[in-house]
């Protein structure tokens, strides 16, 4: 069945020339989604944003997700939403435990016999361990799963390790959003490599672009200053330390440097707190907790910065490139697919505080080339990233995964009923 799709990018084209596929399916197909949480997230907005965004004359939506918070965010289009009545805590040992994965399951294929959908697709590893299961059960024809950061970020072996590999080998196609996540899927957890397939996260580039630098003005920085930022939960993995590093660093030679850090506390901002006022560094730093608008942030910062130890594909990165920001981020997963050295930012090594420094004060010293990376930034978010070429990818996937199952059940059809059901199709 999967042969013909391999372990590449979704064609991104706009399909002239090609055969489409879409004439055969159901109209319209029935696409069931499931994912652990609507709360904000780079996944969880990545499917917010595909849901409003698929045509409703071709793709019927319905959503599954474990614990019915934040239904106020569903697109209207979504046909139903089905809350599941489980923790969204992710893959941990206690929520696979006793009776409520079983219940959650069981539950789940009762609802996809009620609707019969063409296609389920997981949103994340917690989601596919439950999809697996229910989609063979219920004879779903199409299970999709989409993985969307590095297993060294979530995955801590055991049996529910053990669960989530054998789960995603189950699903009939498995996304990464970026080349790294898709190669791990195949080196780690044995994913045959016909049957991954990456799909870039997109951006809204209308919302997210330079704009009103007024928040600045707020904070007492002028046109003068310099102002370095970086957007993200403060989690151990994203090391805001080695930021504050580099922050000293930067400001030891440039007096008019600025530093700008806003994400939700996930345990890591006291120590972050601490580290800065030991540095010296209180006047020179604003935390904002929490990103409700972070598209507000990045017009206010001159270059943006990711010290993170892993990365799946960071949307953040989009974000602020979109937003003509010149980037520095490290040497990690979808990063080296985000940022090209030399030409809209710089790569530095995990746990090099210090490159990261020298590289904004290359930035610092050169506001041409500074404008110039951030310009590339934009340019290159609208080429490779946009939302509609996340769309259009998707779709594509849904029409060719179809068509090749529609093919295998053709192959599995005697002779002359297989004639009958080709004029039928």
Same mark, same amino acid.
């Given at each position: 069945m999967?042969a013909e799709l391999?372990?590449?990018?979704?064609?991104?084209?706009d399909g002239?020339?090609r055969e489409?596929?879409?004439?055969r399916l159901p109209q319209p197909?029935?696409?069931t989604y499931l994912i652990?949480?609507?709360?904000r997230?780079?996944?969880?907005?990545?499917?917010?944003?595909?849901?409003?965004r698929?045509d409703p004359?071709?793709?019927?939506?319905?959503l599954?997700?474990?614990?019915g918070?934040y239904k106020e965010?569903?697109?209207?289009?979504?046909?139903?939403?089905l809350?599941l009545?489980i923790?969204?805590?992710?893959?941990?040992?206690?929520?696979f435990?006793?009776?409520?994965?079983?219940q959650?399951i069981r539950?789940?294929?009762?609802?996809?016999r009620?609707?019969?959908?063409?296609i389920?697709?997981a949103?994340l590893?917690a989601?596919?361990?439950l999809a697996?299961p229910?989609a063979?059960?219920?004879?779903?024809p199409v299970?999709?799963?989409s993985?969307?950061?590095?297993?060294?970020?979530?995955r801590t072996?055991?049996?529910?390790?053990?669960?989530?590999?054998?789960?995603t080998?189950?699903?009939?196609?498995v996304?990464?959003n970026s080349a790294?996540v898709?190669?791990e899927?195949?080196?780690?957890?044995?994913?045959?490599?016909?049957?991954a397939?990456?799909?870039h996260?997109?951006?809204d580039?209308?919302?997210?672009k330079a704009?009103?630098?007024?928040?600045r003005?707020?904070y007492?920085?002028s046109e003068e200053?310099?102002?370095?930022?970086?957007?993200?939960n403060?989690?151990?993995y994203k090391?805001h330390?080695?930021f504050?590093?580099? +922050? =000293?660093?930067?400001a030891a030679?440039? %007096?008019?440097? @600025?530093?700008? /850090?806003?994400?939700e506390? #996930?345990?890591?901002?006291?120590?972050?707190r601490?580290e800065?006022?030991?540095?010296?560094?209180?006047?020179?730093?604003?935390?904002?907790p929490?990103t409700p608008?972070?598209q507000?942030?990045?017009?206010a910062?001159?270059?943006?910065?990711?010290?993170?130890?892993?990365?799946?594909?960071?949307?953040?990165?989009?974000?602020?490139?979109?937003s003509?920001?010149?980037?520095i981020?490290t040497?990690?997963?979808?990063?080296?697919?985000?940022v090209?050295?030399?030409?809209?930012?710089?790569?530095?090594?995990v746990?090099?505080?210090?490159?990261v420094?020298? +590289? =904004?004060?290359?930035?610092?010293?050169d %506001?041409i080339l @500074?404008?110039? /990376?951030?310009?590339r930034? #934009?340019e290159?978010?609208?080429?490779?990233f946009?939302?509609?070429?996340?769309?259009?990818?998707h779709?594509?996937?849904?029409?060719?995964?179809?068509e090749l199952?529609?093919r295998?059940?053709?192959?599995n059809?005697?002779?002359?009923?297989r004639?009958?059901?080709r004029a039928?199709?």
């Open positions: 999967n391999g372990q590449r990018e979704v064609e991104s084209s002239r020339g489409s596929y879409s004439n197909v029935k696409i652990g949480s609507l709360a997230g780079g996944a969880e907005g990545q499917l917010l944003q595909l849901l409003a698929l004359a071709r793709w019927e939506t319905s599954v997700v474990f614990d918070l965010r569903v697109p209207e289009m979504v046909s139903q939403v809350s009545g923790s969204s805590g992710g893959c941990s040992r206690s929520y435990k006793g009776w409520r994965a079983a959650a539950r789940l294929i009762g609802h996809l009620c609707i019969r959908p063409n389920l697709h949103f590893p989601a596919c361990i697996a229910a063979k059960l219920a004879r779903v299970l999709i799963g993985r969307r950061s590095l297993v060294d970020s979530y072996g055991g049996v529910v390790g053990r669960v989530d590999r054998l789960a080998r189950m699903c009939d196609f996304l990464g790294a898709t190669g899927l195949i080196r780690t957890d044995g994913v045959p490599a016909e049957r397939l990456t799909i996260n997109g951006v580039i209308a919302k997210f704009g009103d630098r007024s928040l003005r707020v007492g920085w200053h310099v102002v370095f930022g970086i957007v993200a403060f989690l151990a090391r330390s080695d504050v590093r580099a +922050a =000293a660093g930067i030679q440039v %007096p008019l440097a @600025r530093f700008l /850090m806003a994400g506390d #996930r345990g890591m901002l006291p120590a972050v601490r800065i006022a030991q540095a010296g560094l209180e006047t020179r730093f604003v935390i904002i929490g608008e972070p507000q942030l990045y017009p910062m001159d270059a943006y910065i990711c010290t993170s130890e892993t990365e799946g594909f960071s949307n953040v990165l989009l974000e602020a490139a979109a003509r920001l010149p980037l981020a040497r990690v997963g979808g990063n080296v697919e985000t090209f050295p030399r030409e809209n930012g710089f790569l530095v090594p746990g090099r505080p210090q490159d420094a020298e +590289a =904004a004060l290359t930035l610092v010293g %506001p @500074r404008r110039r /990376m951030g310009e930034s #934009r290159l978010v609208k080429q490779r946009s939302l509609e070429t996340m769309v259009r990818q779709e594509q996937l849904y029409e060719r995964a179809l199952r529609r295998s059940v053709l192959a059809i005697p002779g002359t009923l004639h009958g059901a039928l199709g």
